[in-house]
């Protein structure tokens, strides 16, 4: 007889996200009344801007509230093309874009629909928690490929291309990148370029903080945009959750190459049938509507980078780069003599701020701080980080 709990299949393996379990456990000891400092949300603590909100509710009031094609509106498909050719350069059909539940779905959805048992997919290491165990999912093969802070946590080309095997299908490339804040320099995306045309390997390459970068030398690029026989081997993903503050929404997209396009719509229909109806609504708004509201959370975001640099650099022993994008540090903890998952524990018992372990990101020795938050948080979390340290 099958022992039903001990036969588990791909799916059934995965770890729970780690960055939702202690941005829950936080949550949890400040609803019990403990005075918790949040640095691990991974969304911006700005509302969601009225005129989306508003386009939301009229379509709720006009009945839209019944099922869109499995792959998004017709209209949202086509603003999210015209998105792709104004601001990013790539040239897609709205029939090669697909609207989902959330960019991470469309990252799971990209994955499972391409690749499968047998396949190898590079990771560059610092990674976000979710893609190991998406590509685990499909029943493929993660390969972690070591990048430094010294290198701007940038993929070499010539490490990718010493990674790259028989088997392997797909390369995940993450700028602005989680968790480290680091934004991929052009010329370095041109090199991974070529080598993915040369080894006919897929990019996914995962644009979800485009617009969060505070740096005039340090631009988004999006790979996709350097010539069509690159164009044809990469899945660009992108979303409304950060740049639009709407995490709650569960929406975001792709554009990939026709084969690959109708794959996907496909696993989707059977998976979500389409993503909410009157959430596209607004997702049509977002794209639409005026932009100042981006901006201006671009804009904070980009100061309290630099408060919380500036703050997190004075602390012996603590060590980061200064991030161009997203709204992440990353520090070197190493010097202080505790793993991560320990270093997090202790602070949030201890001295009541919540920060992410560096190990599931594949990143041992480091803790990733998120200030989408106040300056006042930021300034008196940091505070409590540099009395936790100062007692190790």
């Given amino acids: 007889m099958t022992d039903l709990q001990s036969n588990v299949g791909f799916m059934g393996r995965l770890a729970p996200s780690a960055t939702l379990a202690i941005t829950a456990k936080a949550k949890a000891m400040k609803a019990a009344g403990e005075d918790v400092l949040s640095l691990s949300a991974g969304e911006p ?33 086509a603003a999210v093309a015209e998105k792709f050719s104004k601001e990013n350069g790539i040239e897609v059909e709205s029939s090669q ?29 610092p990674y976000w928690v979710s893609y190991p165990e998406i590509v685990k999912a499909a029943g493929a093969k993660a390969v972690p ?8 946590y940038e993929l070499s080309p010539e490490a ?36 993915a045309v040369r080894e006919n390997v897929m990019i996914l390459a995962d644009e979800i903080y485009e617009k969060l970068t505070y740096d005039e030398e340090s631009p988004h690029v999006s790979i996709a945009s350097f010539s069509a026989e690159i164009a044809d081997r990469t899945i660009t993903v992108n979303g409304f959750s950060k740049a639009y503050s709407m995490t709650g929404w569960r929406l975001g997209y792709l554009a990939a190459p026709r084969w690959l396009a109708s794959r996907i719509s496909a696993l989707q229909s059977h998976t979500t049938s389409n993503p909410t109806t009157f959430a596209q609504a607004g997702a049509l708004a977002a794209l639409k509507g005026p932009a100042e509201p981006v901006e201006e959370m671009r804009q904070a975001f980009s100061e309290r980078r630099d408060l919380i640099h500036g703050l997190i650099s004075d602390i012996p022993g603590m060590n980061c780069i200064r991030p ?20 997090c524990a202790r602070l949030l018992e201890e001295n009541q701020v919540a920060a992410v372990p560096g ?12 200030y989408a938050c106040s300056d006042e948080v930021i300034k008196e979390a940091v505070a409590r980080i540099a009395a936790f340290t100062a007692s190790l």
Avoid: W
């Fill in 45 to 77: 603590d700005f509302d969601t801007p009225e005129h989306i909100k508003e386009a939301a509710v009229k379509a709720l009031r006009d009945g839209e509230t019944k099922y869109t094609p499995a792959a998004g509106t017709p209209a949202l498909r």
């Fill in 97 to 125: 874009v697909i609207v989902a539940p959330g960019a991470k779905y469309s990252v799971f959805s990209a994955v499972a629909a391409l690749c499968g048992e047998g396949d190898e997919v590079v990771l560059p290491e």
């Fill in 145 to 152: 490929v070591a990048t430094s802070a010294a290198d701007n």
């Fill in 160 to 195: 990718f291309e010493s990674a790259i095997t028989d088997r392997t299908k797909l390369l995940i490339l993450n700028t602005p990148g989680n968790p480290t804040g680091a934004v991929y320099r052009k010329e370095t995306l041109e090199k991974i370029a070529e080598v």
């Fill in 324 to 343: 161009s994008g997203a709204f992440y540090i990353f520090c070197d903890i190493s010097s202080f003599g505790l793993p991560s998952q320990d270093f």
């Fill in 359 to 370: 190990s599931p990101f594949g990143a041992e020795g480091n803790i990733r701080l998120s």
